[in-house]
């Protein structure tokens, strides 16, 4: 069974910079798309951003795009999100996500990647 768990979440002010961390066990990742979600308090959760199994490619949510990157380390089993000049706007729970699935099938359909982190927090200080 693969396991996903977060770490690099925190408190940020407006302006400043992240790096999230998606570490995997239990299975190998390389053939995995993974990816990353956030939800807000009162809000629905939201695609942030994906990677396919080579990192080839990548996609972006509109409201993310030219401040945020995902990448992928697949010899250390881990996916990263680095994250700049956030705003207030992404504080958010961040969850990490993972799919078998082929890469253009999941997109930014939630109920299409099978595992799923437990999140971590970022808060974004105006």
């Known amino acids: 069974q693969l396991q996903l768990v977060e770490s690099g979440g925190g408190l940020v002010q407006a302006g400043g910079s992240l790096i999230l961390s998606c570490a995997a066990s239990?299975?190998?990742?390389?053939?995995?798309?993974v990816g990353w979600f956030r939800q807000a308090p009162g809000k629905e959760r939201e695609f942030v951003a994906r990677?396919?199994?080579?990192?080839?490619?990548?996609d972006y949510a509109d409201s993310v795009k030219g401040r945020f990157t995902i990448s992928r380390d697949n010899a250390k089993n881990t996916v990263y999100l680095q994250m700049n000049s956030l705003k207030p706007e992404d504080t958010a729970v961040y969850f990490c996500?993972?799919?078998?699935?082929?890469?253009?099938?999941?997109?930014?359909?939630?109920?299409?990647?099978?595992?799923w982190g437990q999140g971590t927090q970022v808060t974004v200080s105006s």
């Open positions: 990677i396919s199994p080579s990192g080839s490619s990548t």
């Open positions: 239990g299975r190998t990742t390389s053939s995995y798309t």
């Open positions: 996500v993972a799919s078998r699935k082929p890469y253009y099938y999941v997109g930014t359909t939630s109920s299409r990647y099978d595992y």
